[in-house]
């Protein structure tokens, strides 16, 4: 993995962006969906990114997760420049440094808990790693109070306990990224406010770099820096209080 980039000052940036556009073509017409966005991450810091419906958050958080690809610009998370690896690369960079949330859990309903968290696992684990992997995964399904769950399979749930195991499926293999979007819209209010406080604890204990898609002005105002997207193009709108 190469080295991220560096601020004049030195900061490290987890996360840079430069000049992203993305456009998309259906027959004869062209839509823009972000023009020339420009980000800057550090390592361990949390950001909300914030606007209307249909402003390209969603697609935004593809790019920084290597789902989707600019049409131009400079993309680099994790001393990686996605527009420069192969299939295969980028592939491996999803699966080992980029954790993905999403508003919904998208659990396997045949599977466990535990066996869900435990899917993005089977890639690229040996057998010689297998009881290490599952220990992990049952020390995070305790750590977020499922311990006594993990044999449940999510229509036993409740929809607050399925994010939950969705968030552990997210660190089972350790990434340095956390990407969530519209984690908390699916929730009631109080399980919204309790997976809130989730995210806030595992990111701050564990280092994560959080970049967070969020309509809860709750949610945003817990991470470090908030970002407004209109129009395709990236502002700083409010430093939130974390």
């Known amino acids: 993995m190469n080295e991220p980039t560096r601020s004049s000052a030195g900061q490290e940036h987890w996360i840079h962006l430069e000049g992203v ?35 390209g958050k969603s697609t935004l958080l593809n790019i920084l997760g290597g789902l989707e690809l600019p049409t131009r610009g400079s993309v680099q998370v994790a001393g990686i420049d996605l527009t420069r690896v192969d299939a295969e690369d980028l592939a491996r960079f999803r699966n080992d440094a980029v954790g993905f949330v999403f508003q919904l859990h998208h659990l396997l309903p045949q599977c466990s ?13 040996d057998r010689a790693s297998r009881a290490t992997t599952v220990e992990r995964a049952r020390e995070l399904l305790s750590a977020v109070g ?10 036993q749930l409740s929809g607050g306990e399925c994010q939950r195991v969705a968030v552990v499926r997210a660190l089972v293999n350790e990434p340095s990224i956390l990407l969530a979007d519209e984690p908390t819209g699916s929730l009631d209010a109080r399980s ?12 701050r204990e564990r280092g994560l770099t959080l970049v967070c898609v969020t309509h809860s002005k709750d949610l945003a105002s817990r991470l470090g820096s908030i970002r407004e997207l209109r129009a395709g193009r990236l502002l700083v709108r409010a430093e939130s209080g974390a």
Request: proline share 4%.
């Open 192 to 203: 919204a406010d309790d997976l809130a406080d989730l995210l806030e604890r595992l990111c």
């Open 21 to 55: 556009t993305k456009e998309f073509q259906r027959g004869s017409i062209t839509t823009e969906v972000l023009r020339g966005v420009d980000l800057e991450v550090a390592r361990g810091e949390s950001v909300a990114i914030v606007g209307p419906s249909g402003s």
């Open 146 to 155: 499922l311990s006594a769950r993990l044999d449940h399979r999510p229509a």
């Open 113 to 125: 808990a535990l066996e869900n968290v435990l899917v993005p696992t089977l890639v690229h684990r």
